[in-house]
């Protein structure tokens, strides 16, 4: 899938900056970090319902 992206100028300045600090595409670094986002939407709703399941574990078995 290809995405096209509308930047502004800074935006696109701190990506090249940063893509050049780590010796890395610009295409490569966008990929990772939208790579990291997906990752950390996962871990983040895992955590929520881990902490929603604990906190009414009682209240779920009553009603079980």
Do not use: C, G, P, W
């Not at 300045?13 to 050049?20: E, G, M, S």
């Not at 990929?31 to 871990?43: E, V």
């Amino acid at each position: 899938m290809t995405l096209h992206l509308e930047l502004d100028e800074q935006q696109v300045q701190r990506l090249q900056d940063t893509a050049r600090r780590l010796n890395v595409s610009v295409n490569d670094l966008a990929k990772a970090a939208i790579n990291d986002l997906l990752a950390r939407s996962d871990d983040d709703f895992d955590r929520a319902a881990a902490r929603v399941l604990s906190k009414n574990a009682e209240l779920y078995r009553r009603l079980a």
